[in-house]
């Protein structure tokens, strides 16, 4: 993996000729066939997810308690079980009466966001989590004798990964499972307070079995994390069986319809056949083998095996984004405030202000889709084992956590943008945002942190910046050139030239330089630019840790975390603009075309914008250019103001998914008949005269 994804397609099919281009008060967004395209890959499948998302009977009941709350998500489970789609169970292997559609299942389950958060998030543990280790950490002989049960919902079941006190360093967990050869049993035990299982979804009250990460001891050797399948319930009862405790984890700030709760064991028995051993068995005399040698190797391969949780939640958070946006958006289409000079009160979409808070989060929310479809192809290309190599598992994993922890904080972000547009409407929970905001907050912090998913995209930026550069310098020839070439663009930087070169361009001509900004390929080359510089940057600032000692190899790590994090961002803002402008010939619509074509410009205009001192300190831009951007961003969501409304109903969500009042057309039959009433009392000639018009024509 490179610093930058795949080349940049032909800029002949980014934006139509100036012969055959519409002029721009002609152009027209076909809605629908936007809202076709975006369907993706499966369009079938995901059509069937969006109807069962519309369908009140898995709605999120703002008036419930989270008791009643978390029994409405089971019973929805159980309905979603028994509808006879098999939408849930899209990822199974035929033979055991799924589909084998990896990608499908992923695309599916990101549209019952639009339903209930928490019953989305509830499915993913069952069938994302509990049920996938069994898939993809078992052996074909485990498959078939315990997931038949956790498909079909008879076994509820809780993913036990993370404890108290260790969430993202898995590696590190405290619960040990010491083979006894004797019995040909594993004995789980928690050793201390901080090795509790917790935030674990249907922990609290559902799950009668868990699948358990635990360090693997046998022969007095630690042989590292490997994964258990455990009761931990009597069916009947619901009583935790002998040696399992556990306590609910209580109210929470969101996700209210599911039982997340802490689990701990103390001497519980599982037989050595309940080890998930796909990637490392123990014989009955405790002898310990694996197909893979090393250790570290392993245990990022049975890590990487569940990095589906990370690409659904990308692909979720968009969604959410996108569902807040359209809510706002047709709010403040019709919403008036203030009389700008006449009797008519302006539209909010009408305030330039409004259109900065709103459009280019549109145009972000087009942008990740694009990046999230991307992401499924790569997902679905590994898992289906079409291209299952450890090249593309280290790809799929390094996209997956760039992606996701940028639409993750993108939602979060969008939502509190959209709450406080819509004013004190937006705070009243039967308008959505609120609650939707609630529920994905905590998306931000599992299948990994943010933060810590950033610095893991960014060492691997840096490793591959590494080998390149030793395979460039492997010769003296080579290593000269690489010299010379870094000192020559480092010259350029210190002395301004590229700098001068467009102050020279652009001088005295604001279109100019708006004309270059325009262009893609200036675009892709800004963007690309920036993560280059950065990750060289940072890799040249951590070479000295190589051949440090530990404390001060740590001390160099930990001083350039945050330029790592940010280097990260960069490619994610990368990733997401190329695979919009990739999108762009697949709309058919001349007119639509271009409409997309200026969204794309105003998210990657944007992105520069908000990083407009990096490129003036690293003589990326001239003055001239960084004054340009600002004003042509703003030019387009001029541009953009006619088709905000058509942008997000190509969304393709309908007032069943929305389900807010502000969206349903309410507040136009407000403004309707406020204008109505006004109107009438002008002509009716009873209207009372203001004081300050009285003032006025008195003077």
């Known amino acids: 993996m490179t610093t930058t994804s795949t080349p940049h397609p032909a800029t002949t099919t980014d934006r139509d000729s100036a012969a055959s281009a519409p002029r721009d008060e002609d152009v027209r967004l076909d809605v629908e066939s936007v809202s076709e395209l975006l369907l993706g890959r499966w369009p079938e499948y995901r059509r069937a997810a969006r109807e069962r998302a519309g369908d009140p ?97 008879s076994v509820p079941g809780a993913f036990a990964m993370t404890e108290t006190g260790h969430g993202s360093d898995v590696a590190a967990i405290g619960t040990t499972a010491t083979y006894d050869p004797e019995t040909e049993e594993f004995v789980l035990d928690t050793p201390f307070r901080g090795a509790w299982k917790d935030y674990l979804g249907n922990a609290a009250l559902h799950a009668t079995a868990a699948t358990v990460f635990a360090q693997l001891v046998t022969n007095g050797v630690n042989h590292g994390v490997h994964c258990f399948y455990v009761p931990i319930r009597d069916a009947e009862t619901m009583e935790f ?118 459009f280019p989060a549109i145009a972000e929310a087009y942008a990740g889709h694009f990046a999230n479809e991307r992401l499924l192809d790569l997902f679905d290309d590994v898992f289906s084992g079409e291209h299952d190599t450890p090249e593309r598992r280290e790809d799929l994993e390094t996209t997956a956590a760039a992606l996701k922890s940028t639409s993750t904080r993108f939602a979060l972000d969008t939502l509190q943008e959209c709450r406080e547009a819509c004013g004190g409407a937006g705070f009243l929970t039967e308008n959505r945002i609120t609650s939707l905001h609630a529920d994905l907050d905590v998306y931000a912090t599992f299948e990994g942190d943010n933060t810590v998913l950033q610095q893991l995209v960014a060492r691997r930026l840096v490793a591959d910046y590494g080998r390149e550069v030793k395979g460039a310098t492997k010769t003296p020839a080579g290593m000269a050139r690489f010299v010379v070439e870094r000192a020559t663009s480092a010259a350029l930087d210190r002395t301004g030239l590229r700098r001068v070169s467009q102050a020279i361009a652009d001088v005295g001509d604001p279109r100019r330089a708006a004309g270059h900004l325009r262009d893609p390929e200036t675009q892709r080359e800004l963007l ?67 409409i997309m074509t ?38 387009l969501l001029r541009r953009l103001r006619p088709h905000a409304v058509d942008l997000v109903d190509g969304f393709g969500y309908g007032q069943e998914h929305l389900r807010a009042a502000i969206s349903s057309g309410a507040e136009a039959e407000r403004q309707a008949e406020a204008r109505a009433y006004y109107a009438a009392l002008r002509a009716s000639g009873e209207a009372p005269v203001s004081e300050k018009a009285l003032r006025k024509s008195s003077r």
């Open 57 to 153: 009977r898995f709605h999120k009941d703002e008036s419930l308690t989270p008791a009643e709350h978390r029994e409405r998500v089971l019973e929805q489970m159980r309905l979603m079980v028994g509808d006879g789609t098999k939408l849930s169970w899209l990822a199974f292997p035929e033979r055991m009466g799924g589909l084998d559609e990896p990608g499908a299942n992923l695309a599916c389950f990101s549209e019952l966001v639009a339903a209930d958060p928490s019953l989305q998030i509830k499915s993913g543990v069952q069938w994302g989590l509990f049920s996938a280790a069994i898939l993809h950490l078992g052996t074909p002989e485990q498959q078939d004798r315990l997931l038949p049960a956790a498909m079909d919902l």
């Open 241 to 358: 069986l002998p040696g399992v405790g556990g306590e609910d984890d209580g109210l929470k700030g969101g996700l209210r319809g599911i039982d997340n709760g802490r689990l701990h064991f103390t001497g519980v028995r599982v037989p050595r056949t309940d080890l998930l051993a796909r990637y490392g068995t123990v014989d009955a005399d405790g002898t310990y083998s694996s197909p893979i040698e090393s250790p570290g190797r392993r245990f990022f391969t049975m890590l990487g095996s569940l990095v589906q949780g990370r690409v659904s939640l990308d692909g979720s958070a968009v969604n959410a984004a996108k569902i807040g946006l359209a809510i706002g958006v047709k709010y403040a289409a019709e919403r008036r405030q203030f009389a700008g000079g006449g009797t008519e009160e302006t539209v909010l979409l009408d305030y330039a202000t409004h259109r900065r808070r709103l």
């Open 598 to 635: 200026w969204v794309r410009d105003v998210f990657g205009l944007t992105v520069i914008e908000r990083h407009l001192t990096w490129y003036l300190l690293n003589g990326r831009l001239s003055d001239q250019r960084a004054r340009t951007v600002t004003g042509y961003v703003d030019r």
């Open 528 to 594: 690309a630019d920036r993560v280059a510089t950065m990750v060289e940057d940072v890799a040249m600032a951590l070479r000295p840790a190589q051949k440090a000692e530990p404390a001060e190899a740590a001390r160099i790590v930990d001083e350039n975390q945050t330029a790592l994090v940010e280097a990260a961002k960069a490619h994610a803002d990368l990733l997401r603009w190329e695979a919009f402008t990739a999108a762009l010939p697949t709309f058919e619509d001349p007119g639509t075309r271009r």
